[in-house]
């Protein structure tokens, strides 16, 4: 039998792991559903830099 203060620590390295496995699977890398969308969302945005921007109407000094 384990003693009752090894107990009573064992749930810190318990939830450590699972505070350490959740982040990993929370933060990789996702694919796109299709392929279509990512070229959609990259020519949207070639398109967005490509326009002028407008000037400012007042210059700070």
């Given at each position: 039998?384990?003693?009752?203060?090894?107990?009573?620590?064992?749930?810190?390295?318990?939830?450590?792991?699972?505070?350490?496995?959740?982040?990993?699977?929370?933060?990789?890398?996702?694919?796109?559903?299709?392929?279509?969308?990512?070229?959609?969302?990259?020519?949207?945005?070639?398109?967005?830099?490509s326009?002028?921007?407008?000037?400012?109407?007042?210059?700070?000094?």
């Amino acid at each position: 039998m384990l003693p009752v203060w090894l107990l009573w620590l064992l749930p810190v390295p318990v939830a450590t792991l699972a505070a350490i496995a959740w982040t990993a699977w929370s933060s990789r890398p996702r694919r796109p559903d299709e392929p279509a969308a990512t070229v959609r969302d990259y020519e949207r945005f070639r398109a967005a830099m490509s326009t002028p921007v407008p000037p400012a109407e007042h210059e700070r000094r």
